[in-house]
């Protein structure tokens, strides 16, 4: 064990005459010593060294008997100071202490960013074993140049010390939004808090510059008139987003531009493009009609408008529409103005 260890001697002279005094002349510097009785020394080897260590020096002891004559002798002393079990020497981020990191917000869209930094170490030679569970879904983790990205429910990854290790946000705008995790450390380590640890981790991903999602409503038509419709727009960027219709199919048409305000607290901005879909321009069955939305100081944004178009929403054929009928009774109605013009004059 670390710190200090005893180790009782007796000393003692065969023949006559018997010694009436013991004196130590010298000893290494890593023993105490002390005359328990006139023929027992008490050593004491003090080290604080938590390798393992080997001690070997010689403590020289003066003899002086009755008659006043004095002789000088020498005691081996060896020693081996070897822990029992591993030390792990822990850098979690700065702290020796576990704990997790808070990364704050980080733009997917950048490719640097913060990371969380663990070096474990051994101070014997006891192996510390180190493993590692439970990587939640938003987070990296990174180790000798190879990477593994979550979830990774259970145990992932068991290795001995001494290895660094780095924990990152997963930077992919389909996890824009407020994450919070466990990732779960054991070793076998003696002391209960490095035995076995929770650290808790927290991002918030959202780009700087706008970055919109769009949710069309799907359309069913079974008339042929024009029905109106939006899509859902959310701004999960930083800066707030002017968008107008760029590309858009004949049987649609957008009736406004919009503005859509910025992200804050962790929720999107939210506004609605109004659209009026024309199903007499499109043949009965299912359709997916593509807008192209242009998004100011963001990438363009498309969006898929799903329409129904049902038979009944087509105009029936040798069927006249209002609008035809009131041209034809007029034309019938210039028609017999004339005639009876004509007979009146002959």
């Known amino acids: 064990m670390p710190g200090v260890q005893g180790l009782q001697q007796v000393v003692r002279f065969a023949g006559e005459p018997e010694p009436v005094a013991m004196t130590v002349v010298d000893a290494p510097p890593w023993i105490a010593l002390r005359w328990a009785d006139a023929a027992t020394l008490e050593l004491t080897a003090t080290h604080d060294v938590l390798e393992t260590t080997h001690f070997s020096g010689a403590v020289r002891i003066a003899v002086r008997d009755a008659a006043g004559a004095e002789q000088h002798t020498e005691l081996l002393v060896r020693m081996i100071a070897r822990r029992t079990h591993p030390l792990g020497l822990f850098d979690f981020h700065g702290s020796?202490?576990?704990?997790?990191?808070?990364?704050g917000v980080v733009d997917p869209l950048v490719p640097a960013s913060a990371s969380y930094e663990l070096s474990i170490g051994n101070r014997t030679?006891?192996?510390?074993?180190?493993?590692?569970?439970?990587?939640?879904?938003?987070?990296?983790?990174?180790?000798?140049?190879?990477?593994?990205?979550?979830?990774?429910?259970?145990?992932?990854?068991?290795?001995?010390?001494?290895?660094?290790?780095?924990?990152?946000p997963h930077q992919s705008t389909a996890l824009i939004g407020a994450h919070e995790g466990v990732?779960?450390?054991?070793?076998?380590?003696?002391?209960?808090?490095?035995?076995?640890?929770?650290?808790?981790?927290?991002?918030?991903?959202?780009?700087?510059?706008?970055?919109?999602r769009a949710f069309p409503k799907a359309v069913r038509a079974e008339t042929p008139r024009p029905i109106r419709s939006e899509i859902r727009l959310e701004n999960w960027g930083r800066t707030a987003a002017r968008v107008v219709a760029v590309d858009v199919p004949p049987a649609v048409r957008v009736l406004d531009r919009v503005s859509v305000p910025a992200a804050a607290g962790g929720l999107p901005g939210v506004a609605s493009v109004s659209l009026r879909v024309i199903p007499a321009r499109l043949a009965p069955g299912m359709h997916d009609l593509l807008v192209t939305l242009a998004v100011e100081g963001g990438a363009p944004l498309h969006a898929t408008v799903p329409v129904q178009v049902l038979p009944t929403a087509r105009a029936r054929k040798g069927v006249l529409t209002p609008a035809a009928m009131t041209a034809l009774f007029a034309l019938l109605t210039l028609t017999l103005l004339v005639v009876l013009y004509v007979r009146m004059v002959s």
Do not use: C, Q, Y
């Not at 020796?96 to 990364?103: A, I, Y």
């Not at 076995?196 to 981790?201: K, T």
């Open 96 to 103: 020796s202490r576990p704990h997790g990191l808070d990364f």
């Open 125 to 168: 030679s006891v192996p510390l074993t180190v493993s590692f569970s439970d990587l939640p879904a938003w987070l990296t983790f990174h180790v000798d140049g190879h990477r593994r990205f979550g979830p990774a429910p259970g145990r992932f990854f068991e290795r001995a010390a001494p290895f660094k290790i780095s924990i990152r």
């Open 183 to 212: 990732l779960r450390l054991e070793t076998n380590d003696p002391r209960p808090e490095l035995s076995a640890a929770e650290l808790r981790f927290a991002v918030r991903l959202e780009p700087a510059a706008p970055f919109l």
